[in-house]
């Protein structure tokens, strides 16, 4: 043996050697690192000094280092270490040796394109209405279901044309989540945050093929992913006035069957003003981006243009049709029991929609409506607050502004983004998993991971195209090595990628199609020390905020997937791998 070798199986050898279980305390990006990117592991322990860099075909030393202690959780009493080995650069397969455990990992050049591409997919096989083809799906393949050609006016949503009772056809679309029913306002934000960074890199996503039926047109396969969707949303609105069904949905949530086992009815119901801006502001949007794709959507530009004034009047003239369930129950039969999506405030879905009507059309009054209701700070995009959509159309990097206002309102957009950036990535260096996603208490929540983690990400992105300071790039890396495997469990939370992903999600098509692995590509919620699922999970390992987490079919409020975390993940992992193949040229 080399003497190397020797110093390594020292270093590894630990609890091992004594017959114990080897010790996991490495955590990486299981997907891999870019060349020119920071390279940083964590030792999840306390008291790992040394760590060791081999090359994984012949077990050469590559790198030796010093760990860098982190600064411990505020739930956490004891810190770890990180693992900086940025300086190899040279693509290939590794083994990192540290505290007596191996972790595998690659330097390669593009390390993300595998999770943007799986990603998008994963949009695909949520697909309702038609059959899942093997040639696209593989072992996935499923039968058409929920045509919903035949849906239920439901007495929330009857008005003078439509009657309780009546039947009209709502097909197409993607299935919202783990669950089988479609909503607006989760639908068109998860497009309207796709769209939003399909405008930054329209050349990267000309290139992208990831093998859906519509993958040989003359379309992006994202724009052809999201013309699916778009194409349902238009059915969601009552000709009539042009308000929007909150959703279409079944009474209460199916079991977890097939979804070609549903025997349920389904209805649309009450129109809300959430609804009716998000769809404004997604249609306005798509009419602008489907301009060039004519020849594949003919009509569909201006159609969608229409809609959104139609839906946008409406909300004008309903600002308090807010969702409310609860009292939707009282009034009206039968019951409705499935996902929500309820927002008492509209002030975020107005900005959006008036700023998106505003670059369609150059009418003065959506320009009136963006200034009046523009946010005073930047939140991060998510279903219930929109503004961060309205900030993306603001600060496209090829608008041309003109005038004051339009140039007052993207300056003061520019510098709450900029002021969001500069203070989320402060301390990043020294956190416990090295990154600015996960150290306080308030990032672990329902859905964090895409929410919080992914769509911090993108807007460090946007950070850096508005204001090219590289530190933010470098955390959107570390955002993305977070969800990864970077982190405290050691997942990558991304279903079929990386050596430890979510094996059983709450997913109805995952959990009834007879298959053991997981439908690829999906983003789980993520830990969520909220454990509102707690009586249909086994045991939650921990109450930690960044541990309380359980790879349980049962766990919806930990565990399960959603397109609008899909959408965080298509925008953060596609921008990244966007920005490092522009780089290549
Ligand atoms: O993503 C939603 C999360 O923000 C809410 O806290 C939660 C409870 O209302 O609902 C989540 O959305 C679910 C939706 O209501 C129904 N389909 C599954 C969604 C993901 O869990």
Redesign the pocket.
């Given at each position: 043996m080399n003497r190397k070798l020797i110093s390594v199986g020292i270093l590894a050898g630990g609890l091992a050697a004594c017959g114990g279980p080897a010790p996991d305390v490495i955590r990486l990006n299981q997907l891999g690192y870019f060349p020119s990117q920071e390279k940083v592991a964590v030792a999840d322990t306390v008291g790992v000094t040394e760590f060791v860099v081999l090359k994984a075909a012949t077990g050469e030393e590559v790198l030796r280092g010093q760990t860098e202690p982190t600064a411990a959780n505020p739930w956490r009493s004891q810190a770890g270490s990180t693992m900086d080995f940025s300086t190899l650069a040279e693509p290939g397969s590794y083994l990192l040796v540290a505290g007596g455990d191996t972790a595998a990992f690659d330097i390669k050049e593009r390390p993300l394109q595998p999770v943007a591409d799986a990603a998008l997919k994963s949009f695909y096989y949520q697909r309702t209405g038609m059959p899942i083809e093997e040639k696209y799906a593989g072992q996935w393949n499923r039968p058409a279901a929920h045509p919903d050609t035949e849906v239920l006016v439901h007495p929330s949503a009857a008005g003078p044309r439509r009657k309780a009772g009546d039947v009209l056809s709502s097909a197409g679309g993607w299935y919202?989540?783990?669950?089988y029913?479609k909503?607006v306002v989760?639908s068109a934000y998860s497009i309207g945050l796709m769209q939003a960074v399909y405008r930054l890199f329209p050349d990267y996503f000309a290139k992208q093929n990831v093998n859906i039926p519509e993958s040989g047109n003359r379309t992006p396969d994202l724009l052809d992913e999201i013309h699916y969707n778009l194409a349902w949303l238009l059915t969601m609105q009552d000709p009539a006035d042009g308000g929007v069904y909150h959703k279409l949905t079944t009474p209460s949530f199916e079991a977890f069957v097939k979804p070609s086992e549903c025997k349920q009815p389904r209805y649309v119901v009450q129109k809300s003003v959430t609804a009716a801006l998000d769809f404004a502001a997604v249609m306005a949007q798509a009419s602008v981006v489907f301009r060039p794709f004519a020849k594949d959507y003919p009509g569909f530009s201006a159609q969608a243009l229409r809609a959104a004034e139609r839906a946008y009047a409406w909300a004008g003239q309903h600002p308090e049709a807010y969702y409310d369930q609860a009292a939707l129950n009282k009034d009206y039969d039968p019951d409705i029991a499935?996902?929500?999506?309820?927002d008492k405030d509209a002030s975020d879905e107005l900005f959006w929609a008036a700023s998106e009507l505003y670059y369609a059309t150059g009418k003065q009054a959506y320009l009136l409506q963006a200034v009046k209701s523009a946010p005073r700070k930047y939140t991060l995009p998510?279903?219930?607050q929109t503004s961060a959509l309205g900030f993306f159309v603001w600060l496209l990097p090829d608008r041309q502004l003109k005038g004051d206002v339009e140039n007052g309102l993207a300056a003061s957009l520019r510098s709450y983004l900029l002021a969001y950036a500069a203070n989320t990535v402060k301390g990043a260096d020294k956190a416990a998993f090295h990154a600015p996603f996960g150290d306080e208490e308030s990032d672990f929540?329902?859905?964090c991971l895409a929410?919080q983690c992914a769509n911090q990400a993108t807007t460090l992105v946007y950070a850096y195209l508005l204001d090219d300071k590289v530190n933010y790039l470098t955390n959107a890396y570390r955002d993305m090595d977070y969800l990864l495997g970077r982190n405290p469990l050691g997942y990558c939370f991304v279903t079929g990628l990386g050596q430890k992903s979510p094996l059983h999600p709450?997913h109805r098509l995952s959990a009834s199609d007879g298959i053991d692995a997981p439908i690829p590509g999906f983003l789980v919620?993520g830990p969520n020390p909220g454990q509102?699922d707690k009586e249909y999970v086994k045991s939650y390992p921990s109450r930690l905020p960044d541990e309380s987490y359980v790879d349980d079919p049962g766990s919806?409020?930990s565990n399960?997937i959603?397109i609008?975390?899909s959408a965080g993940l298509v925008a953060a992992s596609s921008a990244l791998d966007a920005l490092s193949v522009q780089k290549e040229q």
């Open positions: 919202d989540a783990g669950d029913n909503y989760n499935t996902g929500e999506y309820g998510s279903w219930p929540f329902w859905g929410e709450h919620g509102e919806y409020a399960e959603a609008n975390w």
